[in-house]
């Protein structure tokens, strides 16, 4: 079962910060998610709701509330970015 923070200051429909088993961290995931006028701006961009942008860093701490968040991990922070506006 995937370990979930919830806190009243993540919008969770742009944000999660879950526990990442495979990597045994705890990672905050931002999403840029597609609208309207993203749709008429963009025709690589095919419905309202996808990804546009993802970006994925680990994190100790909950940037929100300051919650502190127990990693088993100590490898160097790095981060995951994918854009998905073009191709
Ligand atoms: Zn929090």
Do not use: R
Not at 19 to 34: G, N, R, V
Not at 37 to 52: M, Q, R
Not at 62 to 81: F, H, M, Q, R, T
């Amino acid at each position: 079962m995937t370990k979930q923070h919830f806190c009243s200051a993540i919008d969770n429909e742009n944000s999660l910060l879950i526990f990442d088993e495979d990597d045994q961290q705890w990672q905050l995931t931002l999403m840029k998610i597609a609208t309207d006028d993203d749709l008429e701006n963009n025709h690589h961009l095919e419905n309202v709701g996808d990804i546009i942008e993802q970006i994925t860093i680990p994190v100790n701490f909950c940037p929100y509330c300051g919650k502190e968040l127990l990693n088993n991990n100590s490898k160097i922070a790095s981060y995951v970015c994918h854009d998905f506006s073009h191709w």
